[in-house]
């Protein structure tokens, strides 16, 4: 096992450490970053997990330029400027909490939120893009939200991701009619048409796939089971598709 600095790049307000692990097996990069600033007339060093490696703007692979950074009480913002296209992205990072609530005050902050950029759809398979249209545009729509922070309108789009996916495959496949599509809760419709007994096992066993979604909310745990579930889903129809054919 070797350790070797693999790149330092340092400006007057950062120095920015890359350590990077050589195993037989993988690199893994461990980084190590710290930035001076000003709190009640002090400059003071601290530390912070990384630094965004994607611009929100262009959506192209980056090592930001840091600007500037000001600590004000819980949040550390560390403004930057994409290399790419020079637009400036803002992150912001707080520290941790103990399981009792309290802050972590040596911890390093934890880069939290950015700056909302421009909106990059996912892209999907002609397979997806013939069986159902809806389900991009409500996925979309999902992820879309997720980058806004609107935590009600991201699960109700992964639901309603899975459900109109679903329906439409089976429809496709014709194991239910047009006419009915709608007569099925989301059970019944994986009980009907998933055969693939990992995949229709997991989606039966999660608590989402029963909620009324007038009634019932949501948790953080359900938002990313069911964004799994929707990439699951999409590798299944798209091989079941290729089988068929």
């Known amino acids: 096992m070797k350790w070797y600095i693999k790149e330092i790049l340092q400006s007057e307000k950062l120095v920015y450490l890359s ?3 050589y195993t037989k097996s993988n690199w893994e990069i461990i980084m190590a970053n710290r930035i001076q600033v000003n709190k009640d007339g002090k400059e003071i060093e601290v530390r912070y997990d990384k630094l965004p490696t994607e611009c929100v703007f262009c959506h192209k692979d980056i090592v930001p330029e840091v600007l500037f950074a000001s600590l004000d009480y819980l949040t550390l913002s560390i403004i930057c400027k994409c290399p790419k296209c020079c ?5 912001a990072y707080e520290q941790p909490y103990n399981q009792y609530g309290d802050i972590l005050k040596n911890a390093d902050y934890r880069l939290k939120n950015l700056s ?3 909106f990059k759809k996912q892209i999907f398979s002609d397979i997806i893009k013939k069986i159902s249209p809806l389900f991009i545009d409500v996925y979309n729509r999902a992820i879309h939200a997720e980058t806004l922070n609107m935590k009600e309108l991201l699960s109700f789009g992964y639901f309603k ?8 495959y089976l429809i496709h496949t014709e194991k239910i009619t047009k006419e009915k599509k709608q007569e099925y809760s989301l059970r019944e419709l994986v009980e009907a048409g998933v055969n693939y007994p990992s995949l229709s096992d997991h989606m039966k ?3 989402w796939i029963d909620y009324d979604l007038n009634r019932d909310s949501f948790s953080k745990s359900d938002d990313e089971d069911m964004k799994l579930v929707i990439g699951l889903l999409i590798q299944w129809i798209e091989m079941e598709s290729k089988i068929s054919h």
């Open 19 to 21: 350590l990077v692990l």
């Open 87 to 91: 637009k400036i992205i803002v992150g």
């Open 116 to 118: 909302v950029g421009n």
């Open 161 to 168: 991701s899975i459900d109109c996916l679903l329906r439409d």
């Open 205 to 207: 066993q999660s608590k």
